[in-house]
């Protein structure tokens, strides 16, 4: 899509001087023009870090990571730092008295400070020729580590951020400020960008391309002046994203889950957005059918009380920010898109970023409301989203093929979740706190990551597989040859799912494993067989994730919202999961595995969720 970008010879890039796409804090026309209700909580935000004393990092805290495995040490108080800075700028810009400014410079010579803006998590020793596989970082950072990450990459983003709004305003104080703002950005951003084009995730197809690519866009925009240095930027950025934007899916299906569809699709959409304006709608790519299925996406995964279907690291309360969601949607003409964003704003209305601040007035002026569709099906993605008014609520079914090989992927083919009045019945257990084997061979050694804690089979204990090999072949991920450890024969009509998952579980033990999934709106129920074959006699066990402590009956077992799973000739029981931590209690409150077990080596079980 954007190979006939690439070259730019006769594309006019903005220039430094011209560069105007937000409104600096001197622009005192628009910004005591934004409601009050804003502006008063900008500067409430700014007034809780009024005389802030930034937390310390230390290197103590940052080998806490690879010594123990724990993110939290070194990634909160680097959090908080970040956080301070941005809301004390944006206060001084809504304000403009001058009260955040000495707190703004210590935030900015703080953060300017730090030996490396990279967090140990991604402190990789090879960052540039391995691949994010997390088993390679290093005890401690170094001053000349040439790594631009996630992190790193956002860092280098919000500094030029606070240079551009607070020039003026700083240089005013001493020019040295903004100075130390230029070296830092030019020596940890901009120029390693223009010297490596071997960083794993310049030709990574997750959504670690577009978030590195926007920061570093963003940050080289506002502060590189040579014109054609500006341009030669731009074109590693096109180049580079276009690995990212070839690889998706045609039916704008997200395989990394709504909370990572703001991470990837709308940072795709951002670089998009951005680049248009900087190239005069010369290079235009936001309302190409691909994008706009992308903006849609969303929508059709949420449910309603700001949960979302969760599949992969995604977590039940995923709803994206409302700024993204309108601003994606007002481009791609999706007005599910942007009804969205007036719920994602009333759930969380504050503004942390520019961006939010130039939305926020926009959302309040739409005359557009969510109406949910009840049928979604994405062919390449393989997940149905299925929908029905009841008197007694709505139910939400959504059930997913796909392979064990997709970004920040659990081993859940086959899985399905369901909702009724926004509640969760049957839950995809979605992730909990990142720890230091969450991305290295060790990942599925975690339960919530595994197929035994998801709504799936399991024979004589026999898990699903994960990784990129299918029939001994190592497939082309970009285009999806053929699944890796992936569903077969999958086909979706008229409220009838259905896929084999045998191949998944990389055994000889299953022959088939054929589920079928019909969604009987007619009758309120969700009707599933397992039509199965086996190489010999295996004890089998039919796995469902719940939220409430199944009561289980002689005639059915009784699960949450007077949901009931009716099944016979299986054998009941059930365990609480208490390896959660409060991110997992937030979202489901407890968590209980419901085994249902018989044996076998060949037959059909059939059994339904009666709404």
């Known amino acids: 899509m954007l190979s006939k970008y690439f070259n730019l010879d006769n594309v006019k890039i903005m220039s430094k001087n011209e560069f105007n796409l937000y409104p600096k804090a001197s622009d005192r026309d628009w910004w005591d023009n934004i409601s009050p209700e804003l502006k008063n909580q900008l500067i409430s935000s700014g007034e809780k870090y009024f005389n802030f004393q930034?937390?310390?990092?230390?290197?103590?805290?940052?080998?806490?990571?690879?010594?123990?495995?724990?993110?939290?040490?070194y990634e909160d108080p680097y959090a908080q730092r970040r956080d301070a800075l941005n809301a004390l700028v944006l206060a001084e810009c809504a304000e403009?008295?001058?009260?955040?400014?000495?707190?703004?410079?210590?935030?900015?010579?703080?953060?300017?400070?730090?030996?490396?803006?990279?967090?140990?998590?991604?402190?990789?020793?090879?960052?540039?020729?391995?691949?994010?596989?997390?088993?390679?970082?290093?005890?401690?950072?170094?001053?000349?580590?040439?790594?631009?990450?996630?992190?790193?990459?956002?860092?280098?983003?919000?500094?030029?951020?606070?240079?551009?709004?607070?020039k003026d305003e700083l240089d005013v104080v001493s020019p040295v400020i903004c100075q130390r703002i230029e070296k830092?950005?030019?020596?940890?951003?901009?120029?390693?960008?223009?010297?490596?084009?071997?960083?794993?995730?310049?030709?990574?197809?997750?959504?670690?391309?577009?978030?590195?690519?926007?920061?570093?866009?963003?940050?080289?925009?506002?502060?590189?002046?040579?014109?054609?240095?500006?341009?030669?930027?731009?074109?590693?950025?096109?180049?580079?994203?276009?690995?990212?934007?070839?690889?998706?899916?045609?039916d704008g299906g997200c395989d990394e889950g709504v909370l990572y569809w703001a991470h990837s699709c709308a940072n795709l959409f951002r670089i998009a957005d951005f680049i248009k304006q900087i190239t005069y709608e010369k290079i235009d790519i936001t309302k190409e059918p691909k994008i706009i299925a992308m903006a849609n996406f969303p929508t059709n995964m949420y449910i309603c009380n700001g949960r979302v279907i969760n599949y992969a690291d995604c977590t039940s309360f995923g709803l994206p920010g409302f700024e993204i969601l309108y601003n994606f949607g007002k481009a791609a003409k999706s007005d599910s898109a942007m009804a969205l964003s007036k719920i994602a704003k009333k759930s969380k209305s504050t503004c942390t970023s520019i961006e939010d601040v130039i939305a926020y007035g926009e959302v309040d002026k739409l005359n557009c409301e969510y109406k949910s569709n009840k049928e979604v099906y994405y062919p390449d993605l393989q997940v149905v989203v299925l929908k029905e008014q009841t008197q007694s609520g709505e139910i939400v079914f959504s059930a997913k093929g796909g392979h064990n090989n997709e970004s920040h992927n659990h081993c859940d083919v086959g899985s399905f979740v369901i909702y009724k009045n926004g509640n969760p019945v049957v839950i995809d257990p979605g992730t909990d706190q990142y720890v230091s084997s969450s991305f290295t061979p060790k990942?599925?050694?975690i339960w919530y990551n595994n197929s035994l804690h998801h709504n799936l089979p399991s024979i004589?204990?026999?898990?699903?597989?994960?990784?990129?090999?299918?029939?001994?072949?190592?497939?082309?991920?970009?285009?999806?040859?053929?699944?890796?450890?992936?569903?077969?024969?999958?086909?979706?009509?008229n409220d009838r799912f259905s896929l084999d998952i045998a191949p998944c579980y990389g055994s000889d033990k299953f022959k088939k494993w054929k589920r079928n999934f019909y969604f009987?709106?007619?009758?309120?129920?969700?009707?599933?067989?397992?039509?199965?074959?086996?190489?010999?006699?295996?004890?089998?066990?039919?796995?469902?994730?719940?939220?409430q402590k199944p009561e289980i009956t002689d005639e059915c077992i009784l699960l949450s919202e007077g949901v009931k799973l009716c099944i016979e000739n299986m054998t009941a029981s059930f365990e609480e999961i208490t390896d959660i931590s409060s991110k997992m209690v937030h979202q489901w409150g407890k968590v209980y595995r419901l085994t249902l077990s018989t044996t076998g080596k060949s037959g059909k079980i059939e059994y339904y969720f009666e709404y």
């Open 54 to 73: 930034y937390p310390l990092l230390t290197p103590s805290q940052f080998m806490k990571f690879e010594k123990e495995g724990e993110r939290p040490p």
């Open 96 to 166: 403009h008295k001058g009260r955040f400014i000495d707190d703004i410079i210590n935030g900015i010579y703080l953060i300017c400070d730090e030996t490396s803006w990279v967090v140990p998590a991604h402190n990789y020793k090879d960052i540039r020729f391995g691949t994010h596989d997390g088993n390679n970082t290093a005890l401690l950072p170094v001053d000349d580590n040439i790594v631009i990450e996630l992190r790193s990459a956002k860092t280098g983003q919000d500094l030029a951020t606070v240079y551009y709004l607070l």
């Open 184 to 250: 830092k950005i030019e020596e940890r951003i901009v120029s390693l960008y223009e010297k490596y084009d071997d960083y794993f995730w310049k030709r990574e197809t997750n959504n670690w391309n577009p978030q590195c690519n926007i920061h570093c866009l963003v940050a080289a925009m506002i502060m590189i002046d040579d014109d054609e240095r500006r341009k030669n930027f731009v074109q590693k950025v096109l180049k580079s994203t276009n690995y990212y934007i070839s690889a998706f899916p045609n």
């Open 443 to 445: 990942r599925y050694e």
């Open 460 to 493: 004589d204990g026999i898990m699903q597989k994960n990784g990129p090999r299918y029939d001994g072949v190592v497939m082309d991920e970009a285009k999806l040859v053929a699944p890796a450890f992936g569903a077969t024969d999958v086909n979706y009509k």
């Open 520 to 547: 009987d709106r007619e009758n309120n129920k969700i009707e599933i067989s397992e039509d199965y074959e086996l190489l010999s006699e295996g004890k089998i066990d039919l796995v469902f994730m719940v939220t």
